[in-house]
């Protein structure tokens, strides 16, 4: 089901929670989040006490975010259906919620409203093997690389959780989109490095939150470190793999021109955050990006 003006979601205490990913997000992995109710409309009139819903938003194109068990509907003019969230699975799913494009490229009928996922069977099949079997494909993929793959990196609660940064979150989703299993490195200081994978193909992401004199700076002294560690992973690699890295460099403000022009004839990807939260690339890192490591 879509996420809309025809339904709320509500905290333990009753509160309503605002329909944008970021708060339902926070809801979630604080344990807020109780319960969403629907008005009974379209495929809804067909909701059963047992059923089980999946919640969908395109908002930050975040994608699959919360899952439920249906109550019976209320008997009354305007019926609505008051949905108990799993709040475990759903911990899981906000902070690593099924891509948007993935969910619309097998239901693309959502965009219209709620759909009965009981003649889909292969796009239930895609919901339910997100939540049981990504974890370990990720540490498949990720096996070797020294990371800590997303799922686990994500269990811990509070405030420095990953999936709740405003820079490494939506870097994760944008790799996550593009079919990539994504862990969280140590890094050389005190920020977390990201390394995802797919295939061949790894990406070493690193965040510089500084801006000025002080990102120029910041963003050097880490080209040394990032580099070893691309060197590592090709050369510590199965031969049969021949993995080849690519290096990423995350802005929180966006970067001096100078400094960009700089790493990208390094080969370094450059990007910055939006305001609204969203990823934007430069536009020479865009087509390298698109050339090199977007979905093919």
């Known amino acids: 089901m879509p996420v809309s003006r025809h339904l709320r979601f509500a905290q333990t205490n009753g509160r309503t929670i605002e329909n944008s990913f970021v708060k339902l997000q926070d809801a979630a992995l604080t344990d807020r989040l109780a319960r969403a109710i629907c008005e009974v409309r379209g495929t809804l009139v067909d909701v059963a006490a047992g059923d089980q819903m999946w919640f969908y938003t395109d908002d930050l194109e975040a994608g699959v975010v919360a899952v439920g068990r249906a109550r019976r509907p209320t008997k009354s003019a305007r019926p609505t259906v008051t949905v108990t969230i799993d709040r475990a699975r759903t911990r899981v799913l906000a902070a690593d919620p099924l891509p948007a494009v993935s969910i619309r490229r097998w239901v693309p009928e959502l965009r219209q409203g709620a759909v ?10 895609v ?16 096996g070797g690389l020294n990371v800590t793959a997303w799922r686990s990196a994500i269990k811990g609660g509070g405030a420095r959780q990953p999936a709740r940064d405003e820079v490494l ?11 990539f299993a994504v862990g969280v490195h140590a890094g050389e200081g005190t920020e977390p490095w990201l390394v995802a994978r797919r295939v061949r193909d790894v990406v070493i992401i690193d965040v510089q939150r500084t801006k000025g004199v002080s990102a120029r700076a910041t963003a050097l002294s880490s080209i040394g470190a990032l ?42 990807l450059v990007s910055w955050q939006q305001r609204n939260g969203a990823v934007e690339f430069t536009d020479r890192s865009k087509q390298r990006w698109y050339q090199y490591l977007g979905v093919r």
């Open 169 to 179: 979150g939506p870097i994760a989703r944008l790799l996550r989109s593009q079919d």
């Open 127 to 142: 919901l339910e093997a997100w939540q049981r079997e990504r974890a370990d494909r990720d540490a498949e993929m990720l």
């Open 116 to 125: 009965s996922l009981d003649y889909r069977p292969r796009a239930l099949k």
């Open 227 to 268: 580099r070893e560690l691309k060197w590592r992973i090709e050369r510590e690699s199965v031969r049969e793999l021949w993995l080849r890295g690519s290096l990423w460099m995350a802005f929180v403000h966006k970067p001096n021109e100078d400094l960009v022009s700089f790493l990208e004839d390094e080969e370094v």
